[in-house]
């Protein structure tokens, strides 16, 4: 079953005018973002599995797994893997600094998944993050999007799973 992409929390006004303050003390772009962070954080410090529900990622061998907001993407070799991580990351607003680079509003990276998989479109729409998952016939076969904090969670599951350690 496919995420509800959206959700309505419910709470004062006085409360969401505190998350406002929060956020403007931070510099996070709005309330939203503040509940983003404490999840982060909470992720982070083990307070709660880094798995998200709609979001999973999953290696077996030489192969991973990748579902986004609910969306199956084809199975990619771990290299390519670590580089839909660097370009989502790019797309979130959290550039990887080895790549250094920063993807603008209406210019999405495309990467070929290989093993003739189709390509997957990654890019910004407003402070979101969209994907289109195309067949290597062309077709559009999905289109999705997620909001940066989730694309995070994905990227760090990501790296999780492609990290070769060395004895």
Not at 39 to 65: K, L, M, N, Y
Not at 91 to 112: I, K, N, Q, T
């Amino acid at each position: 079953m496919s995420p509800s992409p959206r959700t309505t929390i419910t709470l004062p006004r006085a409360r969401f005018e505190q998350l406002a303050a929060i956020a403007d003390k931070r510099g996070l772009p709005n309330p939203t973002a503040v509940i983003e962070a404490w999840i982060a954080r909470a992720i982070a410090e083990g307070e709660i599995s880094p798995q998200t529900p709609g979001f999973s990622v999953v290696r077996d061998d030489d192969v991973v797994a990748i579902q986004i907001a609910g969306h199956h993407l084809p199975f990619v070799k771990i290299q390519k893997a670590a580089v839909i991580a660097s370009v989502l990351s790019a797309a979130a607003g959290e550039p990887d600094e080895e790549l250094g680079f920063y993807l603008e509003v209406g210019r999405p990276v495309v990467l070929d998944l290989g093993d003739g998989n189709g390509t997957l479109a990654i890019g910004r729409v407003g402070r979101g993050v969209k994907f289109i998952l195309k067949t290597d016939a062309g077709s559009c076969t999905k289109m999705f999007s997620c909001p940066p904090g989730l694309a995070m969670d994905v990227v760090n599951q990501i790296l999780t799973v492609t990290r070769v350690t060395v004895n």
